[in-house]
């Protein structure tokens, strides 16, 4: 039996990019929170270099209520 591949494309945004394309989009930002790795993880060779940049951005928004 055959499997099929998935692939996951790797998506880079700056910093800035993420909230303000929210922003501009009439989006409000409830929170926004950088996953750190465990403590079980930072033993993983070169995992310590990876703090320097975020591995993942979890951002939680909602659609702003439009008063008319």
């Known amino acids: 039996r055959r499997q099929r591949q ?5 998506r880079r945004h700056t910093l800035t990019q993420i909230p303000m394309g929210l922003l501009k989009q009439e989006f409000e930002l409830k929170a926004v929170e950088e996953a750190q790795p465990s403590e079980e993880m930072m033993e993983i060779p070169g995992m310590k270099d990876e703090l320097r940049r975020p591995i993942m951005l979890l ?5 702003k209520n439009k008063r008319n």
């Open 59 to 63: 951002v939680k928004a909602q659609v």
């Open 6 to 10: 998935m692939w996951i494309r790797d």
